[in-house]
């Protein structure tokens, strides 16, 4: 959905379970650093908002979007953690860039999600400009950090929910 169609802050906070258990690892790119830092800042206290303690919350910073794979599988098998969330923004510019980056980034985090069984959240930003990405991170559109955090926990909740749940033939809902 278009960001000018939906707010990325605006959710259902009582849709979302405590999440004073919860292990969230965050890799955050330094490239387009005031913009990456404010959509990890909306990551962060969304987390501490629904009960992530700030010490389970495990954090790196790498030079761009094209290493947060690595560092989220660095993560990974370092913390243990019930979600990665990786925090970027290549912004198109003049080249085609970008499209390598963010297919890259997204196909290696799709894969650790898969392979590893944990939740590598994509809260990389990829816009035109750099105002469309600042209108993402705080701006007009709200935050983009704030909607990995909340994704992070929607997928650890369903983990545990399917953990939970005896196993069934079909299609029912679990």
């Given at each position: 959905?278009?960001?000018?169609?939906?707010?990325?802050?605006?959710?259902?906070?009582?849709?979302?379970?405590?999440?004073?258990?919860?292990?969230?690892?965050?890799?955050?790119?330094?490239?387009?650093?005031?913009?990456?830092?404010?959509?990890?800042?909306?990551?962060?206290?969304?987390?501490?908002?629904?009960?992530?303690?700030?010490?389970?919350?495990?954090?790196?910073?790498?030079?761009?979007?094209?290493?947060?794979?690595?560092?989220?599988?660095?993560?990974?098998?370092?913390?243990?953690?019930?979600?990665?969330?990786?925090?970027?923004?290549?912004?198109?510019?003049?080249?085609?860039?970008?499209e390598y980056?963010?297919?890259?980034?997204?196909?290696?985090l799709t894969?650790?999600?898969?392979?590893?069984?944990?939740?590598?959240?994509?809260?990389?930003?990829?816009?035109?400009?750099?105002?469309?990405?600042?209108?993402?991170?705080?701006?007009?559109?709200?935050?983009?950090?704030?909607?990995?955090?909340?994704?992070?926990?929607?997928?650890?909740?369903?983990?545990?929910?399917?953990?939970?749940?005896?196993?069934?033939?079909?299609?029912?809902?679990?």
């Amino acid at each position: 959905m278009a960001s000018a169609l939906k707010n990325l802050s605006t959710y259902d906070a009582d849709s979302l379970e405590d999440g004073s258990s919860y292990k969230i690892a965050i890799a955050v790119a330094d490239w387009n650093a005031s913009i990456t830092h404010a959509l990890y800042e909306g990551c962060f206290d969304t987390l501490i908002k629904h009960g992530v303690k700030a010490e389970n919350i495990h954090t790196v910073q790498v030079p761009g979007a094209f290493e947060l794979p690595i560092a989220g599988r660095l993560l990974a098998t370092q913390h243990n953690p019930d979600a990665v969330i990786c925090i970027g923004c290549v912004i198109k510019g003049e080249t085609s860039h970008n499209e390598y980056i963010n297919h890259s980034v997204a196909s290696a985090l799709t894969n650790m999600s898969l392979a590893l069984s944990i939740p590598f959240i994509y809260g990389v930003l990829t816009p035109n400009t750099e105002e469309q990405a600042k209108d993402r991170a705080g701006g007009k559109y709200g935050n983009k950090g704030v909607e990995a955090a909340v994704t992070a926990l929607r997928m650890v909740q369903l983990k545990n929910t399917i953990k939970g749940a005896s196993q069934k033939i079909g299609f029912g809902i679990i």
